[in-house]
Structures are given as C-alpha cells and as structure tokens.
C-alpha cells in the first residue's frame, strides 16, 4: 500500500499570506490528523478528522482550519500567516477502531 | 493538563549495548501507549504499541508498560549507530475527546 502522502514538501510565504497544505491517507484509512511540529514544542496536535467531519480539535487559534473530502483526502489552511507558523506539519492517518498513526513526510513551511 | 514526560537527552550508548527509554504519563486512565521513531528531518514512524501491562517484545525493541507507576519504556537491544534517532512516547487520554498526548522525545546517540 502506498504511505500517506503530503503536498507540498516545502514552502515559503510570507507573513499575512494564507497557505493551503494537502494530505492524502493511506487506502482505506479514513481519519486524518495533523500536527505541527517546532523544535521547543515538539509535536503539536492540530485536529483529527473523520468521514468528513471534525472529530477533535487542538488549541489552535481559528486561524488554523482544516476539512476533509469524501475520498478521505484532506486540507488545511493557515490564514494571515505569522513568523510563529514556521514548523514542520504533518498528516497522518489511521485504520478505522485504532489510533495507531501513520505519518507522512511532512510539509516544511517557512514564513519571511 | 495532561502531560507525558520523557527526558530529552541526549541518551549516549555504545554500539552493542542496550538503550533504555523512559515516559512517565499523567492520565491514571490512559490505555494505549505508543513508540515512534523520528530520525533528523524526517517524520515519526512507529514501532510499537502497547496496551497491557507487561513487556512487548518486536525483534530488539521491548515496550514495558506499567500502569500504576504510570510509566512506559523502551528498550532496545544489541543497539547500533541506526538507531540514533528522537524516540516519541505518545499516550492515548482516556474519555470521549481521544487524542494522543506527545511527549518531547528523547535524543539516542549511538557510538560506534
């Protein structure tokens, strides 16, 4: 099967750009997650969805969103990106009745 | 605030020898607990998971888990300079809003 697959790798924006990162699950998985990942504050959970819905939710400000399509595939935006949004974030997904987590490669997002 | 602990390191072993990997957890409710690996610039990837008390052996990865001291660790046996890697403890919080709590991840240098 393939792995869980993050468009795209790198990124550079600038503050008050808005920026859209996609996630595509392994097959047959249907919940996604994201994270955001800095070197002082190590993984940080973003949300976690399901079937199309938003099942968990961290401490986030609204900037941060995210949705997720019929074919589990998902998407999240960050709005009037700050330097502080510069991280590492990562998708990963999991077989339904587990939470056992497969991680994508990641997006490297760097914000001038 | 539930929290997971794990000291940072960096943990310096040589080569041949066995690493120990320790988390302490905070949530007494908590019931899966996992293992993951992440090496530099890369994203985590897991290598086991645990749910009873006991050892879990997987080829030289052991997972001891002890729920009323509240601790996980990870042994790795016969280590060698590939295993230097960040190793990420990350629990399962008990009740309705499931999501799994991260550790900072312990830094394992091993010395040829």
């Known amino acids: 099967k393939a792995g869980v697959t993050q468009t795209p790798r790198y990124l550079i924006k600038t503050r008050g750009q808005q920026v859209t990162l996609s996630c595509s699950p392994i097959?047959?998985?249907?919940?996604v997650s994201w994270y955001q990942q800095t070197p002082g504050q190590g993984l940080q959970f973003l949300f976690e969805?399901?079937?199309?819905?938003?099942?968990n939710k961290g401490n986030f400000p609204g900037r941060f969103s995210g949705r997720q399509f019929s074919n589990s595939r998902s998407e999240m935006n960050v709005s009037t990106l700050e330097l502080g949004d510069s991280a590492l974030y990562l998708c990963?997904?999991?077989?339904?009745?587990?939470?056992?987590?497969?991680f994508g490669p990641g997006t490297r997002l760097l914000v001038l | 605030q539930k929290e997971v602990e794990q000291n940072s390191g960096p943990l310096s072993v040589p080569e041949g020898a066995i690493a120990s990997l320790n988390c302490t957890y905070s949530?007494?409710?908590?019931?899966?607990f996992f293992w993951y690996r992440q090496y530099s610039g890369k994203s985590p990837e897991l290598i086991m998971f645990i749910y009873s008390n006991g050892d879990k052996e997987d080829g030289r990865f052991t997972a001891q888990l002890n729920k009323a001291s509240q601790y996980v660790s990870l042994l790795i046996r016969d280590s060698q300079p590939s295993d230097s890697a960040t190793y990420l403890c990350?629990?399962?919080?008990?009740?309705?809003?499931?999501?799994?709590?991260w550790g900072l991840g312990t830094s394992l240098a091993v010395n040829p």
């Open positions: 990350a629990v399962l919080n008990a009740g309705n809003n499931r999501k799994l709590i």
């Open positions: 990963a997904s999991s077989p339904t009745g587990t939470e056992t987590q497969y």
């Open positions: 969805y399901f079937s199309e819905t938003q099942r």
């Open positions: 097959s047959g998985h249907r919940s």
């Open positions: 949530d007494r409710g908590s019931q899966s």
